[in-house]
């Protein structure tokens, strides 16, 4: 099983700064990773896919990096609806595994 | 645009079955998409449980695969999930899900998700 370990756990950010939190997976899952959203009490929601790709509706201030192990996710410019839990998730390999998720919060 | 809407018993006693169902509007069990199901224990991360194809084939988690089974009904537009010889462990917000574009596994279409308290 292939481990995603996300760092920081928690992220304090003011908003309108920038945010980049960071995945890494324990053996290379190529360019197959997503990230998700979840703010309390909701479905997570898919903002990136193949490490880069955004989904669609997905604002431009989100965007994604990396391959092989290492991955980013940054958001430019935090607005208010950013503060959230978020979740890396590897597709590359049976079982598909999620990072442990960093709780984004305002500072 | 595609709604997925779990429903089962919000409380099995240890040892027992756990039966969910997630009814799928908008589009049909039958497309050329993997339908899945994943968990979130309270105040925890996800976990990937299994997912189905509309053939019928199946990829389960090894942790769950021994007591895990997904399957779909066609007629109904639905697939199930059960989970047997449930403990505490198996507390958790289960969810349904559906990849996003055919293309790869990863979800953009989530139910909103029932509570499963697995208690005495």
């Known amino acids: 099983e292939i481990v995603m370990t996300q760092s920081p756990a928690t992220l304090s950010v003011s908003p309108g700064e920038r945010a980049t939190l960071s995945c890494r997976a324990s053996q290379s899952v190529v360019s197959n990773l997503a990230w998700y959203q979840q703010k309390p009490g909701q479905a997570p929601r898919l903002l990136i896919y193949g490490a880069s790709t955004r989904a669609t509706g997905i604002p431009a201030r989100f965007s994604g990096s990396g391959s092989g192990t290492e991955f980013t996710l940054t958001i430019s410019s935090l607005q208010s609806e950013d503060f959230a839990v978020y979740y890396c998730?590897?597709?590359?390999?049976?079982?598909?595994?999620f990072g442990q998720g960093t709780k984004l919060e305002i500072k | 645009q595609v709604q997925l809407q779990e429903s089962g018993p919000g409380l099995v006693k240890p040892s027992g079955t756990l039966s969910l169902t997630c009814a799928v509007s908008?589009?049909?069990?039958?497309?050329?998409?993997?339908w899945s199901w994943v968990r979130q224990p309270p105040g925890r991360g996800l976990e990937w449980i299994g997912e189905i194809y509309h053939s019928g084939s199946t990829n389960y988690n090894p942790s769950l695969k021994s007591r895990v089974t997904i399957s779909v009904d066609k007629s109904k537009n639905q697939l199930s999930l059960k989970l047997s010889s449930v403990t505490a462990a198996d507390t958790a917000v289960y969810y349904c899900?559906?990849?996003?574009?055919?293309?790869?596994?990863?979800?953009?279409?989530w139910g909103q998700g029932t509570l499963v308290t697995v208690s005495s």
């Open positions: 899900a559906r990849d996003y574009d055919s293309r790869g596994y990863y979800y953009g279409y």
């Open positions: 908008g589009g049909s069990i039958s497309s050329s998409n993997w």
């Open positions: 998730q590897q597709y590359n390999n049976w079982p598909y595994t």
